[in-house]
């Protein structure tokens, strides 16, 4: 107790600064790049030299940037749906399945109707369908969270699984609607019509899915912090005790919030569809795109600005990690992004810590006196519980 250590303790903070705010992500952010370089260093490779490939076929190449746009683009919405739900304490955990489900409709939508439409008509029906997809499909955790009380964290969580199971079934099951009839070799999902596509950016693989996930972001920021409407939802999510004493009704937040959450995740999933893959690919969207948007949106601290940023630098790891594979000299394991990702989470989380609370030394007269106080406790149990204390 007289050592240093004992001395520190922690202090809670009334309004954390904006310096703390941009600080702790970023040091979470060292301290994970730190962490995968021991672990790198422990398996015979050399840090400097892997971050330095990452940074150069994430960054600083034409093709490396168009890749890790097109990365980021579903991580910028996904980690908006995440966002939206966990700053009003709302813990959607199913953005993957949302996904899932946005991608079914929005390629359902488009090989049933895209024929028949062409233009902005038929792009405005893929989006649409792939955002009501994952509101239809948050619907019944929404409800069960406002009406029964039910844990949003476990109906969300669950329902991934079942989303993931039905994908795949459309595709290699049965020989449904979404299965390219002429696949005789492996199941595949039918191509969407070209109308139904989202065009590219130039001569890039870039596509007008960035954009959208851009839009939202900032129409997201705006409806929080301009709107009466994000004004009601912010009360909610920071007094309770307030937000029913003002009247506001809390089961209608819960379910707006979350089927709004489930609409960008399942609009990530319909820009997948109408832009990277073109069809419903089961294999190519089970990539925890939904789980990587919770990592970006707690390393924007929910702050849907702040999530495009990180969905880039989060894009750019992720596609780093099977350019690794082709460093001279150097067997990368294509898993060193998944670990870095992870870590950045961990640390993510653990630095909300010093959001919250700032480290303070004790005065050593407070420590010795402390010192005394839980000495006399152990010596004298009875002194705390005997007749005298209650007298």
Known sequence: MTGWLGRLRLEKRNAPGTGVLLLVPLVSVVAALLFGA???????????????EMLRVSYTTGYGVADTLVSATPLILTGLAAAIAFRFKLYNIGGEGQLYVGAIAASGAALAFGDRLTGPAAILLVIVAGALGGAVWIAVPALAKAWLGTSEIITSLLLNYVALFLMQYLIFGARTFWRDPESATFPQGARIPDATRLPTLGTTRVNLGLIVAVLAAVVLYLLLTRTRIGYRWRVFGDAPAAARYAGIPSRQVIVVVLLLSGALAGLAGATEVAGRAGR????????????????????????????????????????????LQTLPGAR????????????????ALAGELFVRYRIRMRDPADVEQLAEQATTAVASPRAATGPEAEA
Do not use: C
């Not at 021991?38 to 330095?52: E, K, M, N, Q």
């Open 332 to 347: 990368v394991p294509v898993a060193i992004s998944t670990m870095l990702t992870g870590a950045i989470l961990l640390f």
């Open 280 to 323: 419903l690919d089961p294999t190519g969207l089970a990539l925890n795109i939904g789980y990587n948007g919770i990592i970006v949106a707690a390393l924007a601290r929910y702050n849907p600005l702040a999530v495009i940023p990180v969905g880039l630098l989060l894009g750019g790891v992720l596609n780093a990690g099977p350019a």
């Open 38 to 52: 021991v672990f790198l260093s422990l398996i015979g490779l050399a840090p400097v030299a892997v971050y330095r």
